[in-house]
């Protein structure tokens, strides 16, 4: 019994550190702690961004924290305890726009705060239709779209509506647990017009016809929620196809070789980008290295380390070889005109209203 | 003669004390220095245990950032009478003017508008929408509202609005218990297709029980086995027994995967061995079968710690005696060596059973649709859809049915016959 | 077959061994009569339990058979054997109330509802507990729950008895009036019973017959006088009651008597009785209470110096330690008459004692 009792005694001790753990970050000016992913993509951020930042600022130390998946609950929380710890923190738009309606991050004045192109167009316009938030500066457009198993499959996917082919691509296929996608995903492959989608589900019909032809497919469905898994079952051979980002799939075509192919096919964009959150320490700093971090070179650098699409116009064309495989990166980019032939970019605003009942929707759905 | 008439009234000490007041000194001794020697434990507990969860009952029905952004609005509201089918009159558009302006300002409208689009999908757009114009409306009220949205001359959006108002709010315990306002405000059941906490409470108590099962039946002869070894062969049993406490969460999760997936070594063997064929593979992770089983691996040292404790107590004259004065194997097991072991198999049952209802990891890792549990969503409200008053209603309703059980589980066997080691 | 119908349990040629290298028990033969209290009486580790659990079905016999009422029994399982068995520890179910656990060999059995009642109640006031039915085991002293474990060994009315060590955890006023009660159970009730004890007092005074043990192998089976005065080894009369001990080697032999000398150069008379030849040795044993203190001179064939060297005043009796020769610790009781009670420490007397009391044993 000694052991459940130690056990539980360490599940306490852990649950009271969550809450008195965050106490403990930065004094100085020296060292500004960035709040991401982890894993390859602050890897990316580490060499694209903050070792030229230390390098011209010698007395700047920046320290990455993985606690981006547990941002939003955590900075709510921080916020209600009137502590907050977190200086700079990366989010996905849509938790930036969550975030930014409770106002617990600021709003930022893009002009000002960021640098403009090298051609002198202000942020504000390089950034353009990119900008969801007053709160978010974008920094990479990453996509969910499909990777295949080349030896698993008869015929290539072409189109999204192969995904829903069950005649034409047996087998399993993963995707998302989570809404957001995959009906509109549905809708287009049921024939509706991509331009429509959003007005379509705006109505009790369309979302009953985006569940019904979910249904088609769903069980031969494999549901994921880290984004790890699709590449894993791709390898695995536990499905012949699965949506994930694309960065992921690029590593497990390009560096791990698998014999995988993609299908951009109506990719879904999304973006992710920096957040600032109100009341946290190192404010002025934070808007240096924002400035720094975010101007056209930076962005086009990083995607040389991950095949991620920069969100600055102007950066597109700096985009040069991936920085280990010697890859030209812009055909990766799913932002390359070959891949971008059909895009959706998300309806931010009309997912956040539907996004907590079509989820419960959804699980219901999942649940029958 | 006095002195023993006085002995006999009021027993003294030998320094003349009434004998009670001085034990009852005594005892007050002992009992400050029980006290203090609990304290610690006491404050801890209090802290990390009864806090939150005065909290957690707290905010299942706290509604407070209504009243407190919509200050104006919200009194007014709760005044109008909504039975005449007839929109609010213009002094609380004039009053939501002002709330939506100061709201604005302050960054906390929108926080009423996430809190609305609980109740009804489109309140968070509606207010963001509404909180940019704001400033420039001009009276009359009702209409510069209505022009900004036409939801805000939907009776019901009001409606919504001023069963809301108050400081309290039973709205989270409806959703979590899938019932729905209707739309004259009575409660109904949600439809079929929306209802999923009922369906996932049920799953998670029949998941639950099953691993308590499979746990016990696990855990029964393998405790038995080790109780009757060596000391030496026992504890390198139960070294085998708690390995899963000691490997990393990621590495177990990848092996059940390496294991039970199917193009896994199970699936393999199976096939092998053609007890299956090759395209029957069994499905047994990403759904139920998967939870089951990988929590009925984690799981498994809770039982088997409390029962090898209680076996190891167990005579084995018991056993021979019974079958000396003539009981079958069988009989002897079942009337002898199950009853004294009973203690044994409440107190893990108990820890297995409740650790399992609150286990969320495990679930989401391996369970896929049909294997995740309520606990599952309660993480999910926690830390994605932020909707910390569904989660803390959810809470709320799983820690009542817990005691519930318990209350049960003390009327059937009896809490005081539990031994956990 | 025939000697088998006389005897009701017979060990026939039994071996055991637990490890596969030694053997606990070895080459045992034994026959016991229907009605018959034997003990077996041994020091720890001696094999006594292991014999008793080879009876009662718990251990099976490496070699030889088992026999009961005439049948061989060493394929019936244990709870086909109908044998009553008072365990060291008694074994009683905590979990039953003193009733439950007397009714339980009677329920195993499908008795009869009332009758188990009637039969319970019987057995409890046969061991003077009625009134406690309802207890549970843990309410109950040590020799109360003693005599629960008997009355459930014997509700189920078993021809067999066994118990090991049953008085063991008593104290010593408890367990002489025990051994009283169990003997006249025993008496009343014509059982067979098998007792194990490691205490020769008790053995002596309850058995119809004793079956001292060593080392697996019975030394001497006998009824409890023989055994004391006629010890056929010197294990046995080492073993039981008190016995003053000369190695020597023998000098003269004939059919009724030998002489022997021991350390110290003295001879002593005594009678052969499990003796090899001229020149082997053995072990002489003289029961204290046969030795004469200054016997008159010539009366007895042994007559030898002793110095006293401690008293024990023991109420009737004297217990006096004596060197003789390089032996320090010859024991004499002497009874508490007028003419020995002047003895005093450092005084130098005769002790004497008859050829027929000394008995010559192995070495
Ligand atoms: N279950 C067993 N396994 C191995 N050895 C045993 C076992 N039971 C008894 N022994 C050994 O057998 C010998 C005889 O034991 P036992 O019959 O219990 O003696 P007693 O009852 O006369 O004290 C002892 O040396 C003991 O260590
Ligand atoms: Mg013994």
Known sequence: MNVSLKQSALALAAVAAIGIGSISVANAEETLVVVSWGGAYTDSQQKAYHEPYMAMHPDVKIVNDDSSAEAVAKLRAMSESGNVSWALVDAVASDAIRLCDEGLIEEIDFDKVLAPAPDGTPASQ?????????????????????????????????????????????????????????????????????????????????????????????????????????????ADGEVVMGSTYNGRLFSVIEEEKQPVAMMWDWQVFDLDGWVVPVGGPNHDLVMDYLKFATDTQRLADQAKFISYGPARKSSAPLVGKHASLGIEMGPHMPTAPENAKHTLLFNYEWWADRRDDLTERFNAWLAQ | MTTEAATQQVMTTADGTPLKVSLAKAQRRLKIRALLLVAPLLLFILITFFVPVFDMLFRSVENQIVPEVLENTAPLLLKWDDRDGELPPEEVFAAAKEDFVKGAKAKTILRVGSRMNYEQSGFSSLFRKTARRAKNFESPYKEAFIKADRKWGDLDTWRILKRESGAFTISYYLAAMDLSYGPSGDITMKPKGEAIYLTLFWRTLKLSFLITILCLALAYPISYLMSTLPLKTSNLLMILVLLPFWTSLLVRTTAWIALLQQEGVINDLLVYFGLITDDNRLAMIHNATGTVVAMTHILLPFMVLPLFSVMKTIPPTYMRAAKNLGATPTVAFIRVYFPNTVSGIGAGGILVFIISIGYYITPALVGGVDGTLISNFIAYHMSTSLNWGLAAALGVLLLGIVLVLYYFYDKIVGVDNMKFG | MTESDTAFVRFSEVQKSYDGETLVVKNLNLDISRGEFVTMLGPSGSGKTTCLMMLAGFETATHGEIYLDGQGINKVAPHRRNIGMVFQNYALFPHMTVSENLAFPLEVRKQPKNEIRERVDRALDMVRLGGFGNRRPAQLSGGQQQRVALARALVFEPKLVL???????????????????????????????????????????????????????????????????????????????????????????????????????????????????????????????????????????????????????????????????????????????????????GQTVKVGWSSDDCRALDA
């Not at chain 1, 017009?193 to 369309?206: A, F, I, R, S």
């Open chain 1, 126 to 234: 390089d950034f353009g239709n990119l900008i969801v938030s007053p709160c978010f500066i974008p920094q990479i457009v990453y996509s969910t779209t499909f990777g295949y198993r080349t030896d698993l499959v008869k015929e290539p996917p072409t189109t999204i509506a192969d995904v829903f082919d069950l005649e034409k691509i047996p087998g399993k296929r993963s995707l998302e647990k989570r809404p957001i996608g995959n009906l509109e995903w549905a809708l287009i492959a049921d024939g509706v017009d991509p331009e429509k989608v959003y007005d379509v589900l705006d109505t009790e019909e369309g979302v009953d016809r985006a569940f019904a032809k979910l249904d088609t497919i769903k069980d031969q469905v494999v549901w994921w929620e880290a984004g790890a898994q699709t590449p894993q079952l791709l």
């Open chain 3, 163 to 345: 118990l090991d060590e049953p008085l063991g955890a008593l104290d010593k006023n408890l367990r002489e009036e025990m051994q009283y009660e169990l003997k006249s159970i025993h008496d009343s009730l014509g059982l067979t019973m098998v007792f194990v004890t490691h205490d020769q007092q008790e053995a002596l005074t309850m058995s119809d017959r004793i079956a001292v043990f060593d080392d697996g192998v019975i030394q001497q089976i006998d009824s409890p006088s023989t055994l004391y005065e006629e010890p056929r080894n010197a294990f046995v009369a080492y073993f039981i009651g008190e016995n003053n001990r000369f190695v020597g080697t023998i000098k003269e032999l004939s059919d009724n008597e030998c002489s022997v000398e021991v350390d110290g150069g003295y001879i002593i008379k005594a009678k052969p009785v499990n003796v090899g030849n001229v020149g082997d040795k053995t072990t002489l044993s003289l029961r204290p209470e046969r030795v004469s203190i200054n016997p008159e001179a010539g009366s007895m064939p042994n007559m030898l110096d002793a110095k006293v060297l401690q008293l024990i005043y023991l109420g009737d009796h004297i217990r006096t330690r004596v060197a003789v020769g390089q032996n320090e610790d010859f024991v004499v009781k002497i009874p508490n008459s007028q003419e020995h009670s002047q003895l005093s420490k």
